[in-house]
């Protein structure tokens, strides 16, 4: 709202989605808001068309429809003719518990940062993302936002802190490093915050963006460990995780890495956001479990990593 | 301005010549749409330079017949003879699809049904601006076949985008077979009509029916035009869909989809165009 107060080429486009999200905007702004529809293709090809005329587009909706359905059509329209459409996704990872399958977004950010000229931003909670969309607001080129339902849940010492291309570490330990993205983090800080009472200490650093890429800042992040995890609510194939190795290969570093992610096809069901992190062992035992066997440690007294887990 | 300012003639002549240069194909589909650019170019778009942001925008959505758009760009005098022979060379910007990188080319295309959004967006930007640009988006009979061809449909009709014309090269021919064998689109009149576009149906290779088509009407619909079109019009082989000298082919139209021309085939069709009107 404040972005679109003082800014007017701001559009927001919605796949008829936002009940009870853009009533306000809608009635400060009634030119500027457009539903176009259960329509995700056209909205892109509009807003691509809209952004070539001078507009500022922020096209909406659930993340999977937003970043998925469309996919060709944000590659070959705002990335392609480098122009600032805003593709928000709502609902990062498996925010949308009970929804199911469908709705878990779990490639989003691996997918899209597959194209270089898109920004991808996830923030990891509501402050960061109010930072970010600040932040990046005046990008020349094109952003996806990977959003989670703001749900009063804040890191730990993030304090809003964002910046395109830079790690945000957030606790500093010696043990092991342990690298998050996303709602998720909240896990990771709770799970180093466990680790702390077994007298482990960890480090925490969040990545928040690609494209550019925080190469430097998790080189440096991972350099003076043995030991990382990285977590996120996402496949493993294209993510964080697979960043993170990428980084640690690249650079020669000495740091083994345990990627935390989704490894399985869905299998049908679906429950609250927590009870998939656990199934997937992205949650704070889960994480507290890796990192022991990580350091070798028994870990008789905790819950045991589900099958879906393995590292 | 006239109606024939830019020559179809000249710009066959182009799309030949540059095809046998750059030895490839996609000459049927080229040829199918040359006249309907020049009615657009020479007649219709209202654009003073590239860089002109008030100009009318076009988008070519069917990027296979790129080299139409560059022949019609070169008449222009926007792309010059030098660029032109850089068609389909290694680092070039005048590819088999256009891009926007391109002086003259408003949007890239090349993947289909994507450029019909593209317009949509463009013309709702105008209407929104309060400006008078025209959007004119050209696409295939079989583009119609994708989803998003209707999104964008449905889109322009409920927003009265009357600054936005589509026109279709209905030439009833697609990448492995006639449309009516594919997925029929025989009653694309009803369709576009049923979707709340005022629909006319024109000889696609007529400049005065096209031109008189493409005028500004106080109509609130978005327009579309069907153009009829022959493949390979102007070159009498390719719109039999006779190879001339792979005979290993069997007698097709789709053939023009793809064959270069061999020297004796390029050499008829320059003939052919020598000797049209």
Known sequence: MDLAAADKRILLLTGDLGYMVFEPFRERFPDRFLNAGVAEQNMVGLATGLAEAGYLPYVYSIATFAALRPFEFIRNGPVLHRLPVRVVGMGMGFEYGHAGPTHYALEDIGVLRTLPGLMVVAPADGEQAATALRATALVPGPVYYSLGKSDGVAIENLNGHFEPGRLQVVRHGRDVAILSMGSVAVEAVAAAEKLAGRGIEASVGIVSSFNPDPVADVAKFLSPFRCGISVEAQTVSGGLGAFAGGVIAAEGLHCRLRVLGVRTSPDGTSGRQEDRWRKHGLDRNGIFNTALDLLGVATTLEAPVTAGAAG | ?277
């Open chain 2, 1 to 277: 301005m006239g109606i024939d300012s830019i020559s179809p003639r000249a710009a066959r002549r182009i799309i030949l010549e540059q095809s046998k240069r750059a030895n490839v194909g996609h000459i049927g589909s080229c040829l199918s749409v040359v006249d309907i650019l020049c009615a657009l170019y020479g007649a219709v778009i209202r654009v003073s330079s590239p860089e002109d942001r008030e100009r009318d925008r076009f988008v070519l959505s069917k990027g296979h017949a790129a080299l139409a758009l560059y022949a019609v760009l070169a008449l222009k005098g926007w792309v010059s003879e030098e660029q032109l022979d850089t068609f389909c060379g290694d680092d070039s910007y005048l590819g088999v699809h256009p891009e926007a990188a391109l002086r003259g080319v408003d949007f890239a295309s090349g993947s289909l049904g994507q450029g019909p959004c593209m317009a949509a967006g463009a013309a709702l930007a105008a209407s929104m601006q309060g400006s008078s640009r025209r959007v004119f988006c050209l696409l295939s009979d079989a583009e119609c076949n994708e989803g998003s061809v209707w999104e964008a449909a449905m889109f322009a009709a409920h927003h009265q985008l009357h600054n936005l014309a589509l026109i279709v090269d209905w030439n009833g021919q697609q990448a492995l077979g006639l449309t009516c064998d594919v997925l029929n689109c025989d009653n694309l009149p009803e369709r576009w009509t049923a979707f709340g576009w005022r629909t006319s149906v024109v000889d696609g290779h007529s400049l005065p029916e096209l031109t008189a088509a493409l005028a500004e009407t106080g109509d609130p619909r978005p327009h579309v035009i069907l153009a009829r079109t022959c493949f390979g019009k102007g070159v009498s082989y390719m719109e039999q869909g006779v190879p001339i000298t792979q005979t290993h082919l069997s007698v097709h139209r789709i053939n023009w989809h793809y064959l270069p021309m061999s020297q004796l085939e390029f050499d008829l069709a320059l003939k052919e165009l020598g000797d049209a009107r």
